[in-house]
C-alpha cells in the first residue's frame, strides 16, 4: 500500500469522511488537516483515475480544490476518457536552425509547448493568425460556481481564490487559446485542469477561449480541443477536434528489413517475460525517466500507472536492456542503463531504430515480424504462442500465461511497423 493511501485511510477514519459523503454527499477537508499525515500537495494531485487512492476508487469519489487550502470530496465524474483517432499523423519538422529543440531537450511540458509553436503545430491546429505566448504559470481562480455530476445526482460547487496553474496560452487575431500539456500518455485526464482556467479567462476576455490538451511523447503531438457547451457545467465538455503532428523520421520499411536481417539474436535474460503491450508507453516511461531516477512510488503517483501497471513496464524496459533496478538507502528506484541514455540522447530516427535492434535481439520478435512481413497480416494469438513456445522464454509456463504475453508480441511488433514512415 503506497503512502498516499495509508495516509487517506487514517484521515477517513479520523475524520468519518464516507459516513458524511452518505449523509450529505459531499465533504469538505481542509490542507491543515491533510498535512496533519502528509503533505497536501503529494495527496490530492491525480491527474488521471487510475492515480486515485484505493478508498476514493472503491467508494467512487474524487477530490477538487474550491478555495487556496479546501478540498471537497464527493462522487463526482471529475475525470474525461480522451477518444481514439485513426487518422494519420501530420508529418512535420523541426526547424534546422533550433539547435536547442533536439530530442535529448526536449524534457518539460514548457519545451514541448514551444516546439509546437516553432513547428508550425499550434498554427495549423489552432486555425488562427499571428499567435503570441502570453499568461502561463500559477494564478488564483476568481469567484466561480458550476454544475458537476455526482453519482447521486447534480451537484453545485463554488470556487473561491483556488490555485490554477496554466502550462501555456497563445492569443491570435480571433481567438485565446489555453493549453494544459502532459509528458506522460494515458487513458484519461481531469477535466478541472481545462475548466477552471476556462472559466477564470472567459470572464476576463472579449474574444473566445479554446482549452487544448497537448500530449508529447516520442515525437508525436497529440492535440485535443475541448469546448464547455454549457460554461456553469463541469461535464459539458465535447472534443471539436483532434488531430496528431510527428517529427519526420523518414524511417523505411526498408530500414527495418535491413534490421530484420542483421541484427543476430541473443539468449534470453533472466528475467521475466514482460507483459506490458504497449511499446509507446515503455518509450514514454524512458523519456520520464531520463530527467532523474525513480522510485516505484514517484512513478505510479505521478504518471498514468497503477502499481501493478508500474511494474509491468519498468520490468519490460529492463528486459530490453533500457531500464535498471537500483537500490540506495534502503529504496529501490529505477533509472535508464548506459544503454538506455545513448538511445534516448539520439534524434528521433536513430532512436526508433535502436529501439528496434533491442526489440529484434529476441528471436520470438523477429520470427513473428518475419512472418508478417512474409504474409501480410499479423499471424493470430494461436500462431504467436505456438512460436513463443519454441524461443526459450523465461517464466511463461501456463497456457493463459502465453496467451496473455502473446498480446506484447503483437503490440511490439505492430510498434516496430508503426514506426515506419513511407513518403
Not at 536547442?100 to 516546439?115: D, G, K
Not at 496554466?166 to 502532459?182: N, P, T
Not at 513496464?313 to 537500483?326: Q, W
Not at 501456463?398 to 510498434?415: E, F, K, M, P, Q
Amino acid at each position: 500500500m503506497g503512502l498516499n493511501d495509508q495516509a487517506w485511510e487514517r484521515l477517513f477514519e479520523k475524520y468519518r469522511i464516507l459516513e458524511e459523503v452518505d449523509r450529505s454527499g459531499r465533504f469538505m477537508i481542509s490542507a491543515s488537516q491533510i498535512k496533519e499525515f502528509r503533505e497536501p500537495r503529494l495527496m490530492t494531485k491525480f491527474d488521471h483515475k487510475v492515480n486515485l487512492p484505493d478508498l476514493f476508487r472503491d467508494n467512487r469519489l474524487s477530490i477538487l480544490p474550491v478555495t487556496r487550502g479546501d478540498y471537497l470530496i464527493s462522487s463526482f465524474s471529475a475525470y474525461q476518457d480522451f477518444e481514439e483517432h485513426a487518422a494519420s499523423p501530420v508529418k512535420i519538422s523541426i526547424p534546422p536552425h533550433l539547435q536547442s529543440l533536439l530530442p535529448e531537450f526536449l524534457v518539460s511540458e514548457a519545451i514541448a509547448l514551444n516546439c509546437a509553436l516553432a513547428c508550425g503545430v499550434l498554427g495549423d491546429f489552432l486555425e488562427d493568425g499571428d499567435l503570441a505566448p502570453t499568461v502561463s504559470g500559477q494564478m488564483g481562480s476568481g469567484e466561480f460556481a458550476f454544475d458537476i455530476n455526482t453519482a447521486a445526482g447534480t451537484q453545485r460547487v463554488a470556487v473561491s481564490s483556488s490555485q490554477i496553474e496554466i502550462d501555456g496560452a497563445y492569443e491570435g487575431s480571433r481567438y485565446l487559446s489555453l493549453f494544459e500539456a502532459k509528458r506522460d500518455l494515458s487513458d484519461d485526464f481531469l477535466i478541472r485542469q481545462l475548466y477552471y482556467p476556462f472559466r477564470l479567462w472567459s470572464q476576463r476576455m472579449v474574444k473566445p477561449v479554446k482549452s487544448v490538451f497537448l500530449v508529447f511523447s516520442d515525437g508525436t503531438f497529440h492535440l485535443y480541443q475541448y469546448s464547455f457547451e454549457n460554461p456553469r457545467n463541469y461535464n459539458s465538455l465535447r472534443l471539436v477536434k483532434q488531430k496528431n503532428y510527428v517529427i519526420s523520421t523518414k524511417l523505411s520499411l526498408g530500414d527495418v528489413e535491413s534490421l530484420l536481417r542483421t541484427v543476430p539474436p541473443e539468449p534470453e535474460p533472466e528475467l521475466s517475460f514482460p507483459q506490458a503491450d504497449r511499446m509507446s508507453r515503455i518509450v514514454n516511461l524512458m523519456e520520464l525517466l531520463s530527467g532523474r531516477p525513480m522510485t516505484r512510488q514517484e512513478i505510479t503517483s505521478r504518471y498514468a500507472f497503477d502499481e501493478r501497471q508500474t511494474n509491468y513496464y519498468t520490468d519490460a524496459g529492463r528486459y530490453l536492456g533500457c531500464v535498471e533496478k537500483r537500490t540506495g538507502g534502503g529504496v529501490v528506484f529505477f533509472q535508464l542503463s548506459p544503454r538506455g541514455r545513448r538511445i534516448m540522447a539520439l534524434e528521433y530516427r536513430e532512436r526508433h531504430l535502436a529501439i528496434i535492434t533491442q526489440i529484434l535481439k529476441h528471436r520470438i520478435f523477429q520470427e513473428v515480424l518475419r512472418l508478417r512481413l512474409q504474409s501480410g497480416e499479423m499471424p493470430g494469438k494461436g500462431a504467436v504462442v505456438r512460436m513463443m513456445r519454441g524461443a526459450g522464454l523465461r517464466r511463461v509456463e501456463a497456457d493463459s500465461t502465453y496467451l496473455r504475453r502473446s498480446s506484447t508480441v503483437i503490440g511490439w511488433v505492430n510498434w516496430i511497423l508503426g514506426c515506419v514512415q513511407e513518403p
